[in-house]
């Protein structure tokens, strides 16, 4: 079985700071992908970005990119220049994958990181 | 662009009654899931659905529960008899297939929010 952890559960930055919010997940697969999606006062949930496991290159997704360090099972999520519409909460999320990258199965996720952007 | 749909988008049920919670998936997608989230806390996978049977289910879907397609773009989750804790907001979510050697999206709904009284 899977665990994500996100142990932050709340954070707030200025405007145009930059901001990391941290994840670490549990598992005894080897491929997998892993996940960062956002939740606005809306609720809808929005994937903000994902990583391969197989990839050493770390994700970028404009002024979103991530730290991923496999070997010490940690997944953070690096805001640079953050705007009001950032407010949100964020949740770290995994699902396996077989040898061909192939996902398959239920996302799991964290408990989430409440984000506030102060003007 | 398409999304997928859900409706109600909040349901207000008295506690022993049936709701129904409905949702249509993007058309040309294979496989459907219902997650749920309480208020506050993360979101929880329930069951997956896959060629009109269910593929995994959590320990959450209990016998209270149970989903359909019952035709060729609903899918449905049903509880029997609502508790209290069940209020919550659950989430229908889709994907294209599964195979291919990449990450199959899933797309989630909007959400109904379920408030048992």
């Known amino acids: 079985a899977q665990t994500v952890t996100q142990s932050q559960p709340e954070m707030s930055v200025q405007e145009a700071e930059t901001v990391t919010l941290s994840c670490t997940y549990d598992?005894?697969?080897?491929?997998?992908?892993l996940f960062w999606y956002k939740q606005p006062p809306s609720r809808q949930m929005i994937l903000v970005i994902r990583q391969e496991a197989y990839k050493q290159q770390n994700a970028t997704e404009n002024r979103f990119s991530v730290n991923f360090q496999k070997a010490a099972k940690s997944f953070s999520l690096k805001i640079s220049d953050s705007q009001l519409g950032d407010t949100a909460m964020y949740f770290c999320a995994f699902i396996p994958s077989n040898a061909g990258g192939t996902s398959y199965g239920k996302l799991t996720f964290g408990q989430g990181t409440i984000l506030t952007v102060h003007p | 662009e398409p999304e997928v749909t859900q409706t109600p988008s909040h349901q207000v049920t008295q506690m022993g009654q049936e709701v129904i919670l409905r949702c249509v998936p993007i058309?040309?997608?294979?496989?459907f899931y219902w997650y749920r989230q309480i208020l506050g806390q993360k979101v929880e996978f329930l069951v997956s659905f896959y060629n009109n049977e269910i593929s995994e289910k959590s320990e959450i879907f209990d016998d209270q529960f149970s989903v359909e397609r019952p035709d060729g773009s609903n899918f449905t989750l049903k509880i029997r008899s609502t508790k209290l804790e069940d209020s919550a907001m659950y989430f229908c979510?889709?994907?294209?297939?599964?195979?291919?050697?990449?990450?199959?999206?899933?797309?989630f709904g909007p959400g109904t929010r379920l408030t048992v009284l």
């Open positions: 598992t005894s697969e080897n491929n997998y992908y």
């Open positions: 058309s040309n997608h294979l496989y």
């Open positions: 979510a889709s994907s294209e297939s599964v195979g291919g050697g990449t990450y199959n999206e899933q797309f």
